[in-house]
């Protein structure tokens, strides 16, 4: 009987190692990126990542290559990404099925629109809580209209 | 009540209810973290020496990398306007921390049951509840006079975050893409529900341009006030709504 | 090696079943403990972990992660092996159990030794090997300054269980140490459900969790939660104590339902005595008698401190109970004919088994060893029972020759006895054999050389 035990044990072993094997495959290739993102008309490129880098929450170990994630319909448009891996990093990123201008699914045009200063100009400054403007340095926040609101709260 | 600090080369100004110096700590601790994570001014820092290639990205921190990824996302959602690498491929991450550091300062306060905030870091605002005196208003900077407001604009529901970004000031982040054309906008007001995809809109479209200015809007809810190079406006219909208001 | 053996070779279709039954339990259990230690490595595997192997750095850190899931999984085992399940202890027998705890002992502790150093060879890769940062980043993950101390104490445990050192302690001592494993244990547990890819969330933390809740759960149940129902339910008690001979002395307890227990002869329990001094020595004795109703009977020979207190308990005193533990009895029979073999005070299980067993008359042969008259404790008890049994009879007396190593006496050496000229049809039986270790281990050798096969032995060691 200990013969049975001997290669039971065995069997079972590999078998374990194979199954828990086999979930790990799956799980890698199904963290493909499937990016939502959208792009603009036209074709853009993705940025060459330097060789040095690599972003370690996307596909780290999957295999050399380019992956392409699914058309992902999204609420402006489809997307597809394709991302390239080489030498086991994350090397280029390209977005390949842009989002037309025109087969866009805009309800409300939310484009901006010249206005008039005048019509913008709130004279009730008096009530302002925060300022918001190009980010200003430490000495700049000094004479800045922020500082005197801080002034005022503090 | 107001508490003033300095981080991140700029200053907060944080507005409570009430006085709630544990709450003040942890915003302070926030700030101070990610400033010694990612301050390109440390050469100690851990993005300093990424870049000086002491450390290569894939051993970073998780924060940093999940940052860096974050940047990278926008990157490729505002089709490249928005780049956290510098000309010579180093990486920047000040067009996210500082938003990233705000949004997490506005968990840490909902966290702690605080309804009624606003956290305002060297021009971006996020605001929770009511104001003492009712909505939150912002008024934006005029960038040919900054003593000056162009507007004042109330925040709420839905529209709780304010970035400005300017061609003119701070614009070290701003890496510009390869363009023939000068800027055309001085400065750009995006108001979003998150400050971080305020901050980063705001920035790519003052890199962009106004086709950028077009994707954005088309592309997410948010509401913009940019000024032109000659002065001009050009506001989003929600802007003229909240001014009306 | 071992041969299907034919049909006519073994007993009664019951027992044959009941044989056959137990092997598949214990081959289910080896399985399981090979198994478990496969799926540990299977959990980084199921997280993509086969990738992880392209450069040197990451290879060494899978490694380095692999050694540790497998090593605590050792050591859960190890945990489970000592815990007296009741399943575990009917199928293999306690002291078999307590044989492979101990077998997995330096493994586990070298796999998880391998555990730390491959880690910080493979982080010191990213970091260039600056200690600083070593240092720090060690310090900063969550929990691990923790696992550190873990560590530190596990190694404690095994190196005061190493034979050499164990001798140094007294059982106690040695044992208060030991327990400290559970501590060692506890406190690596928060750094690997808070570090790493491998326990993070999923299907896999829910494994992992659950062997925890096994380990720990099945200490907590058979260790302590039973015996103190049993205890409780049968409020045991000494009732007497008689002197057997010079330093040998029977205790008989009283109790009430004490046939509930299950105890059968040949087994043995673990005893307590409330006794001033004495509560915190824990003995394991067999029962020198089948149990009745209300009375128990031990036999204790005065070998050593804890001993010694034993024969000198007072009657009225409480005991605490845990047990019946052992299969040196009746039910783990397998072939038609049985052969008993005890020396000294091994004789005291030898007693109740004879007693308990349902032994047909010609079936079975018993033979008692003693270097003088001196030892001959239970004899007459035993020679009587034999003969209510219709079994045959043997006194072997005498010292053994001193230039041989052999468990007889050296006249009867000298005689050209053997183990198969003393015990009839010995490769039909059951060989039931216990007393001091040395001289038990000699037997065993001897009949496995004369053919006898491995699951016909039935060794009874209180050596653990």
Redesign the interface.
Known sequence: ??????L???F???G??V???Q???A??TSTQPT?T????SGT????VL?T???????A????DGSYTGDDVNTR?GSVQ?QITVSG??LAD?T?LQLTDHDR?S?Q??????????S????A??A????????????N??LQ????A??QA?? | MRSVFETMGTVASIELAADEPDALDGIRGIFADAEKRFSLYRPGSELSRVNAGERPLAAASAELRDAYALAMDWHLRTAGAFTPNRPDGSIDLNGVVKALCISRAGELLHSLALKDWSINVGGDVLCAGLSPTGDWVIGIVDPVDRQSLLCALPLGEGRRAIATSGSAERGDHIWTIDRDTAAEFVQVSVIAEDILAADVLATAIISGGIEMLDLATDTWAIDVLAVRTDGSLLATPGVRSLISV | MTAQLAPSRIGSPDRRRQYRRRARRSDLLVTALWASGAAAAALFLSVGGAGQFGTAADAITSLGIITGLVGSDFILVMLVLAARVPLIDRTVGHDRSIAVHRQLGKPALYLLLAHGVLLLIGYGVGSGFNLVTWVVDMWELPDMPLAFIGLGLLITVVVTSLVAVRRKFSYEGWHLVHLLSYVAVAFAIPHQLSNGAVLSAGPQRVYWIALYVLAFGSILVYRFVEPLVSSLRHAVRVDRVIAVAPGVVSIVLRGSKLDQLGATGGQFFVWRFWGAGMWWHAHPISLSAAPTANYARITVRDLGTGSRAISAVKPGTRVWIEGPYGIFTDSARTAPRVAIIAAGIGITPVRALLESSSIAPGEATVLLRASSADEQWLWPEVAELATEKGASYFEMVGPRSPRASTWMSARDQDRGVTLQSVFPHLLDSDLYICGPTAWLDLVEADARRAGVPAHQIHSERFDW
């Open positions: 009987m200990r013969t049975r035990a001997v039971t044990s065995i079972a072993s590999v374990v190692l199954i828990g094997w979930a790990g495959s799980a890698m990016r993102s959208s792009g603009t853009s490129t993705g940025t330097g040095t880098t690599a972003t370690a929450p996307a780290s170990g999957a295999a402006f990404v086991g990093k990123v977005a866009r805009v409300i045009s939310n484009r901006a629109e010249p206005i008039l200063r019509a913008v100009l709130d009730q400054s009530s302002v809580n925060n300022v918001s403007g190009a980010t200003y340095t430490s700049a926040y800045s209209l922020q500082s609101l801080d709260g503090l």
